[in-house]
């Protein structure tokens, strides 16, 4: 079974600290993908990395930054923590396949920023 | 616009109940259709694909229309255990905001 794992279940941080969110899949999937989902607006896709030391901006990345160093791992890092981004976090991974790719999913980490 | 638009509901249906969900998308060079199900505090996990010629797998049938720039989702005699958030995906990662599902007895 694919199994993507996340660091953190629950964090609360304070507002300016610098905060990192990692995320590890065991399948070897050359894609990553970071996801922030509040309640009335879905997932919203904040970057993704289709190999090693590659990124690009998804949908929302202001604010955000992410390391990609091996192929198991994706980090999301928040440069300076801020009040609006509380939230739920989702890492996903896929395979990179032609055609249509089925994402996994990990359990999330719920952000609180004070 | 938003790329990919749902109906968030909620729709409650009774058990047995035949019921449908749309969502809409607007970038017509699309080319890959999903509906995940996600359950309350859970991440979201695929349900099925949605080809061109439609698809069918037990009481789910997932339908693509290019025309009008749509998928659908119908569910057949719900059951309690259907209740869940239904989210569509296009493109593999542009996840449409979800439609909440409960079934009652």
């Known amino acids: 079974d694919v199994k993507v794992t996340q660091s953190s279940r629950y964090l609360v941080k304070r507002t300016g600290e610098k905060v990192f969110l990692e995320c590890v899949q065991d399948?070897?999937?050359?894609?990553m993908f970071w996801y922030r989902q509040d309640p009335g607006l879905g997932l919203r896709l904040i970057y993704f990395s289709y190999d090693v030391k590659m990124k690009e901006k998804g949908d929302i990345p202001e604010g955000y930054s992410v390391s990609r160093e091996k192929k198991e791992r994706f980090s999301l890092i928040l440069e300076s923590a801020s009040t609006n981004q509380t939230s739920m976090y989702l890492c996903?991974?896929?395979?990179?396949?032609?055609?249509?790719?089925?994402?996994?999913f990990g359990p999330g980490t719920r952000l609180t920023v004070l | 616009r938003k790329e990919v638009e749902q109906d968030p509901g909620p729709f409650n249906v009774p058990e047995g109940a035949t019921v449908a969900f749309n969502c809409t998308y607007s970038?017509?060079?699309?080319?890959?259709f999903f509906w995940y199900r996600q359950d309350c505090r859970k991440e979201p996990k695929l349900l099925m694909s949605v080809y061109s010629s439609g698809n069918e797998d037990g009481r789910f049938t997932a339908q693509l229309n290019r025309a009008s720039q749509y998928i659908s989702l119908l569910i057949r005699d719900s059951k309690l255990s259907d209740s869940a958030t239904y989210l569509c995906?296009?493109?593999?990662?542009?996840f449409g905001a979800g439609t909440r599902l409960t079934v009652k007895p």
């Open positions: 970038n017509s060079a699309s080319q890959s």
């Open positions: 995906v296009v493109n593999d990662m542009r």
């Open positions: 996903a991974s896929s395979p990179m396949s032609r055609g249509g790719n089925e994402q996994f």
């Open positions: 399948m070897d999937h050359e894609n």
